[in-house]
């Protein structure tokens, strides 16, 4: 099972860019990573996946480096209303032979 | 614009009762996962089904939890008897095999028993 390990919480300010971190030192070949973001009283958001290298939309980057023990998830210029729970997850889309495990997550604080 | 829907959005319960958690998943998808939150143990997953099919719910308490799907547009959730630990969130997802890492959640169900 492919764990991951995400700083439990983050403070930034408004109009910062942040990168947050995630380890996955037992990822397996066939694995994408894949980031969710949570805000209070309502369900995970899909944000971004990628296998490799950089994969960017209009949410947020997703840096992966060559050996892929570990993932970046950038946001540019934070908001207030990026205030959320991060949640990193790594495993086999189409043959997901591993519990989808999302962890602690990583509590972004974004102020003023 | 496309979403899956939750019913009850909140429920209130006393110890021992039945209660049922409905999942209506997005229109043509074709996996539905249920997830539990609680401040303790964070987001688990309770059971996944594909093609109306139970894969995985090896996470749920088998002697009071059961999960089906009747049809492909109606997922429940059944907890009998309830006891005040499964005081929680309950979410809903649903998505597409192939692609089982992008999962669009409800806003949930929120429990509590008494």
């Known amino acids: 099972l492919a764990k991951t390990t995400q700083p439990i919480s983050m403070d930034s300010y408004e109009g910062q860019e942040v990168n947050i971190t995630c380890s996955h030192n037992?990822?397996?070949?066939?694995?994408?990573i894949t980031w969710y973001q949570q805000f209070p009283s309502q369900g995970p958001r899909f944000i971004i996946q990628?296998?490799?290298t950089k994969v960017t939309n209009e949410v947020a980057s997703l840096f992966i480096p060559a050996d892929r023990k570990s993932s970046t998830l950038s946001l540019p210029r934070v908001s207030l209303s990026d205030t959320a729970v991060y949640y990193c997850?790594?495993?086999?889309?189409?043959?997901?032979?591993?519990?989808?495990?999302f962890g602690s997550g990583t509590k972004l604080n974004v102020k003023p | 614009d496309a979403r899956v829907t939750q019913t009850p959005r909140h429920k209130v319960t006393e110890m021992g009762q039945e209660v049922t958690m409905r999942c209506q998943p997005i229109?043509?998808?074709?996996?539905v996962f249920w997830y539990r939150q609680t401040m303790m143990q964070g987001l688990e997953l309770l059971a996944y089904?594909?093609?109306?099919?139970?894969?995985?719910d090896s996470g749920m308490p088998k002697d009071r939890f059961s999960a089906e799907m009747p049809d492909a547009t109606l997922a429940t959730l059944k907890i009998q008897p309830s006891e005040p630990r499964d005081s929680a969130v309950y979410f809903c997802?649903?998505?597409?095999?192939?692609?089982?890492?992008?999962?669009?959640f409800g806003a949930g169900t929120r429990l509590s028993v008494l």
């Open positions: 997802a649903s998505g597409l095999s192939g692609l089982l890492y992008i999962q669009y």
């Open positions: 037992n990822i397996a070949t066939n694995d994408y």
């Open positions: 990628g296998y490799k």
């Open positions: 997850l790594v495993g086999d889309p189409v043959y997901n032979f591993n519990k989808f495990y």
């Open positions: 229109l043509g998808h074709n996996t």
């Open positions: 089904f594909r093609n109306r099919a139970p894969l995985d």
